[in-house]
């Protein structure tokens, strides 16, 4: 069973930066397709951020574009989210996720990590 780890969340004031950090760890016979998700209290689980597993094909949600890079490491069964410019809009509990399936719907990812806080004020 593959587990996936995320880190990297935090208290940052608006205009601050963060890197979320995302490690896979148990049996990985391939590398997947790997995303980034969202979730603010109140509101359903939204897509940020994904990757292909040969880490040629990336996509963005329009909130995060142009603010957010995602990158992967496979050799180190890794992912990562760079977050520049932060708002407090970004606030919200960060979960890293893999699937078979490049997508932006929660539903097409089968593994995910706890998630990691990530709080912006103003």
């Known amino acids: 069973q593959v587990q996936l780890v995320e880190s990297g969340g935090g208290l940052m004031q608006a205009g601050g930066s963060l890197k979320l950090s995302c490690v896979a760890s148990g049996y990985t016979f391939r590398p997947y397709v790997m995303g980034w998700f969202r979730q603010a209290p109140g509101r359903e689980r939204e897509f940020v951020a994904h990757?292909?597993?040969?880490?040629?094909?990336?996509a963005y949600a329009a909130s995060a574009t142009g603010r957010f890079t995602i990158s992967r490491e496979n050799a180190k069964n890794a992912i990562y989210l760079q977050m520049n410019s932060l708002k407090p809009e970004d606030t919200a509990v960060y979960y890293c996720a893999a699937g078979r399936t490049l997508s932006s719907r929660p539903s097409e990812y089968n593994t995910w990590g706890q998630g990691t806080q990530v709080t912006v004020s103003s």
């Open positions: 990757i292909s597993e040969d880490d040629k094909i990336t």
